[in-house]
């Protein structure tokens, strides 16, 4: 399976800005898709961005959960197996442990957690008022 190590995680005033990096490691071939997750306390697992790896026939597509649009933005380096989530303009409400993950699907871009195969351990994410 791929492993997957997440870093960047930390303490970020409200309205501050984070970067989030996950290395990705092992049966890579199998890997499609790269996603990012959060979960905060007392509430369910959901999903923030993904980015799809380049095929034949296309460069890749990315998707984003409607909360972070237009504040997160989700790249990747295929040479390094790479991806990053920039979070910018932090609120009360994006404290979590975000969780990168990766995926055997390719189309439509993977958006369950059950489209998922492997997950990292998490980094945790705290912003202050």
């Known amino acids: 399976q791929v492993q997957l190590v997440e870093s960047g995680g930390g303490l970020v005033q409200a309205g501050g800005s984070l970067r989030l990096s996950c290395a990705a490691s092992g049966r890579t071939f199998s890997r499609n898709a790269m996603g990012w997750f959060r979960q905060a306390p007392g509430k369910e697992r959901e999903f923030v961005a993904a980015i799809t790896w380049p095929t034949t026939w296309s460069s890749g597509s990315t998707s984003y959960a409607d909360s972070v649009k237009g504040r997160f933005t989700i790249s990747r380096e295929v040479a390094k197996n790479t991806v990053y989530l920039q979070m910018n303009t932090l609120n009360p409400e994006d404290p979590a442990i975000y969780y990168c993950?990766?995926?055997?699907?390719?189309?439509?871009?993977?958006?369950?957690?059950?489209?998922?195969?492997?997950w990292g351990q998490g980094t945790q994410v705290t912003v202050s008022s």
């Open positions: 993950a990766a995926s055997s699907v390719l189309r439509p871009v993977p958006v369950r957690g059950r489209d998922y195969d492997s």
